[in-house]
């Protein structure tokens, strides 16, 4: 997972040090968002520095102990992406933290640059985190929102996660967050990190496009461990193949000073969220109901 991850705009070498993959607003060529991608092997710890970013420590799979400032936070997680939702950690910017895994796991690490330090390092809940069912018919998946507005608070920092059963569509009808107009649609750079089922022949695809003025092209074949960056223009669809259930975590930021998140829609697709009305839910969803209740 280490050496063929993928990063589309820019491409680069993923893995860095101790981390699978490695997304900094530096390697990124943008200004706020980044993701790393930790594997512990049982009883490994790692020394995390927040330095001008708060993060998230959030589990794949596997769990975990965070340490910091005094505290530590026993994270429960999961057994996998498309298990369950987890439990997870805030970390502010300017924070020395330890995560540490007695069974061993592998951890996203969500962050956003900020000049704000208003929060303190906790704890949340699995339990707390709002899971939605979005669509309906083929465009039918789950998104689990861990840090949005409304659902967490944070600084700058905006993270959920998206599965979507093999043969769906999901981030569709394509929309953008690249402009900021008041009440319309926020100004966001975005990472989509992947996870598809079936071990190493699963797949999927990941579309993004821009306009005339800010032109972009992308369609890239997704597997396990792969990044998209989305520095701007409409992105989507996320298509899961028949047989391949894909799941993405999303991390966001951006300059503007309120933490929102608002889209807009490509005009020539957005017709098509009227047609959900007469189409039922994928009953394949939500993922690891079981666990969850």
Not at 76 to 99: C, H, K, M, N
Not at 199 to 228: C, H, K, M, N, W
């Amino acid at each position: 997972m280490t050496s063929t991850s993928k990063y589309y705009l820019p491409d680069r070498t993923a893995a860095e040090g101790p981390y699978d993959l490695v997304v900094t607003p530096e390697s990124a060529g943008w200004g706020y968002s980044g993701l790393r991608i930790l594997t512990l092997k049982p009883g490994e710890a790692h020394a995390l520095s927040t330095g001008d970013c708060e993060f998230l420590v959030l589990p794949l799979t596997g769990s975990c102990t965070v340490t910091t400032d005094g505290s530590a936070f026993e994270l429960a997680g999961r057994t996998g992406v498309f298990a369950s939702v987890t439990d997870f950690a805030y970390l502010p910017r300017e924070s020395e933290a330890l995560i540490s895994s007695a069974t061993g796991g592998r951890f996203a690490l969500p962050s956003a640059r900020t000049e704000r330090g208003g929060h303190s390092a906790r704890y949340g809940r699995a339990h707390d985190v709002p899971v939605e069912l979005r669509g309906a018919g083929a465009c039918s998946r789950q998104v689990n929102n861990y840090c949005l507005p409304g659902t967490f608070d944070a600084e700058q920092l905006l993270v959920c996660e998206v599965l979507t059963p093999g043969g769906n569509w999901s981030s569709y009808p394509p929309h953008k967050h690249d402009e900021a107009r008041p009440g319309q649609e926020s100004e966001l750079e975005e990472i989509y990190y992947f996870e598809v089922s079936g071990g190493q022949d699963g797949f999927g695809y990941q579309r993004v496009y821009g306009t005339a003025d800010r032109p972009i092209d992308v369609l890239a074949e997704v597997r396990s461990g792969d990044a998209v960056l989305i520095p701007h223009g409409w992105h989507g669809p996320s298509i899961a193949a028949p047989g391949y259930d894909l799941y993405y975590l999303n991390v966001m930021a951006g300059p503007g000073q309120d933490r929102a998140w608002l889209i807009c829609d490509d005009p020539a697709h957005g017709w098509v969220r009227d047609t959900w009305t007469t189409q039922d839910m994928d009953d394949r969803l939500p993922f690891g109901a079981e666990e969850n209740e």
